[in-house]
């Protein structure tokens, strides 16, 4: 086998390179594709964060002429599909990525090389997205891309037919991404690890992967429809010949609400994870979180049409989607109950990242509420697509989702890096950032309710709502400088590194029983896992004492299995070698899906190389054999 | 440590301090603007807050506890120092768990319940009422009102009679758009290639705001409009005022007419008064878009706003301007300046300069704004049919020819080869007779003229309107008028 496999030509050596730009191209550990994903989102976070900027500084005066109503339209679409496509979803797979090898006692993911193909196609795919702001030509059909609007009678340009082609390239990525941790949390769990002993996070992530790999593709068949209506004059969607706008809202939508849960359901394992750590006590009622999370995700498939309660679904479908809509609410009440339960008699550290996860429920809870108004279809009729909906989803994505990522960087940044975040200055972060975000967003409920449009780059100043829109723009301007902080809290920590050690936070799940930064093996010994929250009561045995059914681990077993590994040193362990071809593959793929922007010579040029990228990656073994091995 | 500097409010206190809270937030949501939702003036918006409201005080209770529960909770068990005692290692709570299922379920169900019957009793006019049915087109960006029983079209301003039910059939020429009025009724989209409606009746007299609710493209924010309600008789003088033809003109305003001819007409019909003209607008408006689609870069006609009786309009450029002389005059002269992105610059022959201003002097425009506010009902009961002012078959026919195209034929077809709606008329004379084997050059341009549908040149729809009230005299005069064109 080896030996087959050995007698490929190579035009260039394997990268053995551990440091430099080298070792990140060719990277297939899961800890360093954690990394660059992080990175990237956070880049991207900062650009939709600008582009956030100019669409308040346009909108904080009535009749503005600040910026042009086309850069208005395109910065409003980029920053719908940057936040949601290049902040958050990137976001959570860089926390995948970094933790569910060390939650599970795993040292790799499943399929390592698949991973950086991920991430490269994450990457290039972006920037595919992002060339319109070269050309001068962004997308501007808005991140719902809704037909025919998007068509390319009335859209011209090329920033649309990029947006089709870059979220497909992006949507490959979700989907490999999303096999990827299936088949690592099913297959690579460490012993005794049922799936009922696994880490909230885990299990949200696992949840996440399924809607992954089942919406995506959905998205994707749309895209390319509407990629080849543009390109090629197909009529899927273009009303003109027939083609029908309506299903183009269906196939986005019927992705789009689980998509909503693909957001959300990472950072409510987040939230999972540090708010038992800080109450110091186990997450209230496990079985229930977890479960609501599966129903949260199955229901997420049934309210698809209540984005669309305005396109004249007749009055059974509108009960229908607004009863199952109404619905999703209650395992959604479960776990925020679950959690305010788990902080009760507590002994809850008041810090960062706790203090980002209390945010979040809090600021979850309004966006929760400001729900189940637009489920009712005929208040909804009013508050559909106003800036009550724009309010709405900021509070789930912004108040939810980030906050709970922000929660996320200051919980495990110590692990990541071995140094502490300034906690001084993170509780200065998190109160500009709740207090801008509040002020940003909670006028654009009385704005929505006054009869403010979505989308629009002016407005007359007898319709009265500049009051509100001006105090949202210094909300907008206040968040900025939280941000600002937040990037002068990892710098002033970085130059000041206070160090972490294994556990700082005293923790539950078994990243936190291995060094900080992890050796990039991760585990010397995989561990054994007996208990739910295993470290923890290898930590606290006598806890044990108090639980039913369990019998306390014999004092001192641990110390054995160290004591034994230790000689080790980390040294025999069999990891992933790197590879090139991964990027190759990505770039390839990227580039050939340029070309049909581009040129028909370019598709060639990036097929050959997409070609050889998989070829060469088929063709190569997951470890070359040590040289000591074969002689 | 932060939580000590956040103040203890005793709970009576705070009771006392959020019922008044809460009141505040409903009083502070009507706002008296102009497209506040709560402000409601007709049955469709009344039942839309109201159903609002009724959830929004279910989810106040939850937001106070909940957020009150996260500080109390938070404040209360913080950690003092880090000597505190392990806390109870409590795993869940079965019956909890349960509770907090069940409660939920219930308040769901109370909130679904009305929701349905709110869903169902919206989704129709109340039976056995009177109902008025208007169309209402989506166009970028502007509305098209037409009301079939009438005989009426219109732009950008819907007048209906207090107290009135009124069933509006939503469709769109191009992209989708959305319809609503925020005090009148909740939105509801208008797509190309499907009908939706919806009703709604204003129960007090007044100027409701309306606006376009799905991004349509570039001037999306600038399409908006007004519902006019006024009392039955007030209405009933409108739509009489509507089949009149509008007062004559003299002076600058007379100029203004030539102009308009020259330079608007082709995209703005300003004649439906007229007996068939609501048949004939809606095939000139199909003329007008498709000879935009098939030359969408170089086109030089876009559907557009009927104009008719414009002079009685409130506002204009799709209800972002109150109507005045001088702003008309503006944006005569340079429409992007008030909207930008409006098509009528883009295209229209007259814009077609290096600054893309209107090819015409000062003076020139102000004679157009003065005759488009002339236009308005005169005293005539009838209205006549489209004789031009030189009279019948007495004089030259060429001459009467050239007045019959002028007012009836020119704003589709062109006399030179350039195509409009329908094709250039130049060489007519050469080709007629070689069109449809058996007719002759005269009976073909007849035909044309009489039954529009029996030949359609290659390339066009068959989208020309039928001409009733021609008699003899004026086909004939066409044919030697289109005969003379080379």
């Given at each position: 086998?080896?030996?087959?496999?050995?007698?490929?030509?190579?035009?260039?050596?394997?990268?053995?390179?551990?440091?430099?730009?080298?070792?990140?191209?060719?990277?297939?550990?899961?800890?360093?594709?954690?990394?660059?994903?992080?990175?990237?989102?956070?880049?991207?976070?900062?650009?939709?964060?600008?582009?956030?900027?100019?669409?308040?500084?346009?909108?904080?005066?009535?009749?503005?002429?600040?910026?042009?109503?086309?850069?208005?339209?395109?910065?409003?679409?980029?920053?719908?599909?940057?936040?949601?496509?290049?902040?958050?979803?990137?976001?959570?797979?860089?926390?995948?990525?970094?933790?569910?090898?060390?939650?599970?006692?795993?040292?790799?993911?499943?399929?390592?090389?698949?991973?950086?193909?991920?991430?490269?196609?994450?990457?290039?795919?972006?920037?595919?997205?992002?060339?319109?702001?070269?050309?001068?030509?962004?997308?501007?059909?808005?991140?719902?891309?809704?037909?025919?609007?998007?068509?390319?009678?009335?859209?011209?340009?090329?920033?649309?037919?990029?947006?089709?082609?870059?979220?497909?390239?992006?949507?490959?990525?979700?989907?490999?991404?999303?096999?990827?941790?299936?088949?690592?949390?099913?297959?690579?769990?460490?012993?005794?690890?049922?799936?009922?002993?696994?880490?909230?996070?885990?299990?949200?992530?696992?949840?996440?992967?399924?809607?992954?790999?089942?919406?995506?593709?959905?998205?994707?068949?749309?895209?390319?429809?509407?990629?080849?209506?543009?390109?090629?004059?197909?009529?899927?969607?273009?009303?003109?010949?027939?083609?029908?706008?309506?299903?183009?809202?269906?196939?986005?939508?019927?992705?789009?609400?689980?998509?909503?849960?693909?957001?959300?359901?990472?950072?409510?394992?987040?939230?999972?994870?540090?708010?038992?750590?800080?109450?110091?006590?186990?997450?209230?009622?496990?079985?229930?979180?977890?479960?609501?999370?599966?129903?949260?995700?199955?229901?997420?498939?049934?309210?698809?049409?209540?984005?669309?309660?305005?396109?004249?679904?007749?009055?059974?479908?509108?009960?229908?989607?607004?009863?199952?809509?109404?619905?999703?609410?209650?395992?959604?009440?479960?776990?925020?109950?679950?959690?305010?339960?788990?902080?009760?008699?507590?002994?809850?550290?008041?810090?960062?990242?706790?203090?980002?996860?209390?945010?979040?429920?809090?600021?979850?809870?309004?966006?929760?509420?400001?729900?189940?108004?637009?489920?009712?279809?005929?208040?909804?009729?009013?508050?559909?697509?106003?800036?009550?909906?724009?309010?709405?989803?900021?509070?789930?994505?912004?108040?939810?989702?980030?906050?709970?990522?922000?929660?996320?960087?200051?919980?495990?940044?110590?692990?990541?890096?071995?140094?502490?975040?300034?906690?001084?200055?993170?509780?200065?972060?998190?109160?500009?950032?709740?207090?801008?975000?509040?002020?940003?967003?909670?006028?654009?409920?009385?704005?929505?309710?006054?009869?403010?449009?979505?989308?629009?780059?002016?407005?007359?100043?007898?319709?009265?709502?500049?009051?509100?829109?001006?105090?949202?723009?210094?909300?907008?301007?206040?968040?900025?400088?939280?941000?600002?902080?937040?990037?002068?809290?990892?710098?002033?920590?970085?130059?000041?590194?206070?160090?972490?050690?294994?556990?700082?936070?005293?923790?539950?799940?078994?990243?936190?029983?291995?060094?900080?930064?992890?050796?990039?093996?991760?585990?010397?010994?995989?561990?054994?896992?007996?208990?739910?929250?295993?470290f923890w009561y290898q930590k606290y045995p006598e806890l044990l004492e108090h639980e039913d059914g369990h019998v306390p681990a014999p004092a001192g077993a641990q110390d054995d299995d160290e004591a034994a590994h230790d000689e080790h040193g980390g040294h025999g362990i069999h990891l992933p070698d790197m590879s090139y071809y991964p990027i190759m593959a990505a770039a390839g793929v990227a580039i050939g899906m340029g070309g049909l922007m581009a040129g028909y010579w370019v598709i060639v040029v990036g097929g050959i190389l997409g070609m050889w990228g998989i070829i060469g990656w088929s063709l190569e073994p997951v470890n070359d054999p040590e040289p000591d091995v074969e002689h | 440590m932060l939580s000590n500097l956040l103040p203890r409010l005793p709970r009576r206190k705070l009771l006392l301090f959020l019922v008044p809270a809460a009141a505040a937030f409903i009083a502070g949501c009507s706002t008296g603007n102009p497209q506040d939702t709560f402000d409601t003036a007709g049955p469709v918006a009344d039942d839309q807050a109201a159903l609002f409201k009724f959830i929004f005080w279910i989810a106040l209770v939850v937001f106070v506890i909940v957020e009150f529960g996260i500080i109390w909770i938070t404040l209360k068990y913080r950690r003092r120092s880090d000597s505190d005692p392990m806390p109870v290692q409590t795993h869940g709570n079965t019956k909890l768990e349960l509770t907090w299922t069940f409660i939920p379920t219930l308040i769901i169900i109370a909130i679904a319940i009305p929701t349905v019957i709110s869903i169902w009793d919206l989704s129709d006019p109340p039976a056995g009422e009177s109902v008025m049915t208007i169309e209402a087109v989506g166009h970028q960006w502007w509305f098209e009102f037409k009301y079939p029983e009438e005989e009426i079209v219109t732009a950008n301003e819907l007048r209906v009679p207090v107290g009135q039910n009124v069933v509006v059939k939503l469709s769109s020429q191009d992209v989708i758009h959305s319809f609503w009025v925020p005090k009148l009724f909740g939105k509801v989209d208008m797509i190309p290639i499907r009908e939706n409606e919806l009703w709604f009746r204003a129960d007090e007299p007044g100027e409701f705001f309306g606006q376009c609710a799905e991004f349509c493209g570039?001037?999306?924010?600038?399409?908006?409009?007004?519902?006019?309600?006024?009392?039955?008789?007030?209405?009933?003088?409108?739509?009489?005022?509507?089949?009149?033809?509008?007062?004559?003109?003299?002076?600058?305003?007379?100029?203004?007419?030539?102009?308009?001819?020259?330079?608007?007409?082709?995209?703005?019909?300003?004649?439906?008064?007229?007996?068939?003209?609501?048949?004939?607008?809606?095939?000139?408006?199909?003329?007008?878009?498709?000879?935009?689609?098939?030359?969408?870069?170089?086109?030089?006609?876009?559907?557009?706003?009927?104009?008719?009786?414009?002079?009685?309009?409130?506002?204009?450029?799709?209800?972002?301007?109150?109507?005045?002389?001088?702003?008309?005059?503006?944006?005569?002269?340079?429409?992007?300046?008030?909207?930008?992105?409006?098509?009528?610059?883009?295209?229209?022959?007259?814009?077609?300069?290096?600054?893309?201003?209107?090819?015409?002097?000062?003076?020139?425009?102000?004679?157009?704004?003065?005759?488009?506010?002339?236009?308005?009902?005169?005293?005539?009961?009838?209205?006549?049919?489209?004789?031009?002012?030189?009279?019948?078959?007495?004089?030259?026919?060429?001459?009467?020819?050239?007045?019959?195209?002028?007012?009836?034929?020119?704003?589709?077809?062109?006399?030179?080869?350039?195509?409009?709606?329908?094709?250039?008329?130049?060489?007519?004379?050469?080709?007629?007779?070689?069109?449809?084997?058996?007719?002759?050059?005269?009976?073909?341009?007849?035909?044309?003229?009489?039954?529009?549908?029996?030949?359609?040149?290659?390339?066009?729809?068959?989208?020309?309107?039928?001409?009733?009230?021609?008699?003899?005299?004026?086909?004939?005069?066409?044919?030697?008028?289109?005969?003379?064109?080379?």
């Open positions: 086998m080896t030996s087959t496999t050995m007698s490929i030509p190579r035009i260039f050596d394997r990268p053995k390179s551990t440091s430099g730009i080298w070792s990140w191209l060719g990277t297939v550990d899961h800890k360093r594709i954690g990394t660059l994903y992080g990175i990237t989102a956070f880049l991207w976070f900062l650009v939709g964060g600008i582009e956030a900027l100019m669409i308040r500084a346009q909108l904080a005066r009535a009749d503005s002429d600040l910026i042009s109503p086309e850069t208005f339209n395109q910065l409003f679409t980029m920053h719908g599909t940057t936040m949601v496509f290049l902040v958050v979803m990137p976001m959570s797979a860089a926390f995948f990525n970094w933790l569910i090898p060390l939650q599970i006692g795993a040292r790799d993911v499943a399929f390592p090389r698949m991973n950086a193909l991920s991430f490269w196609l994450f990457l290039f795919g972006g920037l595919l997205i992002n060339v319109g702001w070269f050309t001068g030509d962004s997308p501007n059909g808005g991140w719902f891309g809704y037909a025919p609007n998007s068509g390319i009678t009335f859209n011209s340009g090329s920033g649309m037919t990029f947006w089709a082609i870059g979220l497909s390239i992006l949507g490959v990525a979700s989907i490999a991404a999303g096999l990827n941790f299936i088949v690592t949390i099913f297959n690579m769990r460490a012993p005794g690890m049922t799936l009922f002993k696994m880490p909230v996070f885990t299990w949200m992530t696992l949840i996440t992967s399924v809607l992954l790999v089942l919406a995506i593709p959905v998205i994707g068949v749309a895209l390319i429809q509407i990629g080849t209506d543009r390109l090629y004059g197909t009529n899927f969607y273009n009303s003109i010949n027939g083609g029908d706008p309506v299903l183009w809202q269906h196939m986005f939508w019927l992705f789009g609400h689980p998509e909503v849960y693909i957001l959300i359901l990472p950072a409510m394992g987040i939230v999972s994870e540090v708010l038992p750590t800080f109450s110091r006590k186990p997450l209230f009622g496990y079985p229930f979180i977890v479960f609501s999370g599966i129903g949260i995700a199955f229901l997420g498939w049934f309210v698809w049409a209540h984005h669309m309660f305005t396109v004249g679904l007749g009055p059974a479908a509108t009960s229908a989607f607004a009863i199952s809509t109404m619905a999703i609410a209650i395992p959604t009440g479960i776990k925020i109950l679950n959690w305010m339960a788990t902080m009760v008699r507590g002994s809850i550290k008041i810090n960062t990242p706790m203090l980002f996860s209390i945010s979040f429920i809090a600021m979850f809870t309004i966006g929760g509420l400001s729900g189940v108004m637009h489920a009712a279809a005929p208040s909804d009729a009013q508050q559909q697509d106003t800036y009550f909906v724009v309010a709405h989803f900021h509070y789930v994505l912004f108040g939810g989702a980030l906050m709970a990522i922000f929660s996320g960087i200051y919980y495990w940044w110590p692990k990541m890096t071995g140094y502490m975040l300034n906690d001084k200055q993170g509780l200065v972060v998190w109160f500009l950032m709740l207090l801008g975000f509040n002020l940003q967003f909670a006028p654009m409920h009385w704005l929505g309710l006054d009869g403010m449009p979505r989308r629009i780059f002016t407005y007359s100043s007898e319709q009265g709502w500049e009051g509100l829109n001006a105090l949202a723009s210094t909300g907008g301007l206040i968040l900025a400088i939280g941000i600002l902080t937040f990037l002068f809290n990892v710098w002033y920590s970085k130059r000041n590194k206070v160090m972490a050690g294994n556990d700082p936070w005293d923790a539950r799940t078994l990243e936190w029983s291995i060094p900080s930064p992890p050796p990039h093996y991760n585990f010397e010994q995989i561990p054994e896992v007996e208990y739910r929250d295993d | 570039i001037a999306h924010a600038l399409m908006r409009f007004r519902v006019i309600a006024e009392p039955v008789e007030d209405y009933n003088a409108w739509v009489a005022g509507m089949r009149k033809p509008p007062v004559a003109v003299s002076g600058g305003a007379a100029n203004g007419q030539t102009l308009f001819a020259a330079n608007c007409s082709s995209c703005h019909s300003i004649d439906s008064y007229q007996a068939g003209a609501f048949d004939r607008e809606e095939a000139l408006q199909d003329g007008r878009w498709q000879g935009w689609l098939a030359d969408i870069e170089d086109a030089r006609i876009v559907s557009a706003p009927n104009l008719t009786h414009f002079g009685t309009r409130l506002t204009f450029a799709a209800g972002i301007r109150d109507l005045d002389r001088a702003t008309l005059i503006d944006w005569i002269d340079d429409p992007s300046s008030i909207k930008p992105g409006t098509r009528m610059q883009e295209h229209a022959a007259v814009y077609q300069t290096s600054d893309g201003t209107a090819n015409l002097r000062d003076s020139e425009i102000a004679d157009i704004a003065d005759y488009l506010l002339a236009l308005v009902p005169g005293d005539a009961d009838i209205a006549p049919t489209a004789t031009p002012a030189n009279g019948g078959g007495g004089g030259d026919p060429v001459a009467f020819g050239q007045a019959t195209f002028a007012a009836n034929c020119s704003a589709c077809h062109n006399t030179t080869s350039a195509t409009l709606v329908g094709p250039g008329l130049a060489g007519i004379a050469d080709r007629a007779g070689s069109q449809v084997p058996g007719l002759s050059a005269d009976d073909y341009i007849r035909q044309s003229i009489n039954e529009p549908t029996a030949f359609v040149v290659d390339g066009f729809g068959p989208v020309m309107p039928g001409f009733p009230q021609f008699g003899d005299d004026e086909v004939d005069g066409l044919i030697a008028y289109l005969k003379t064109l080379n």
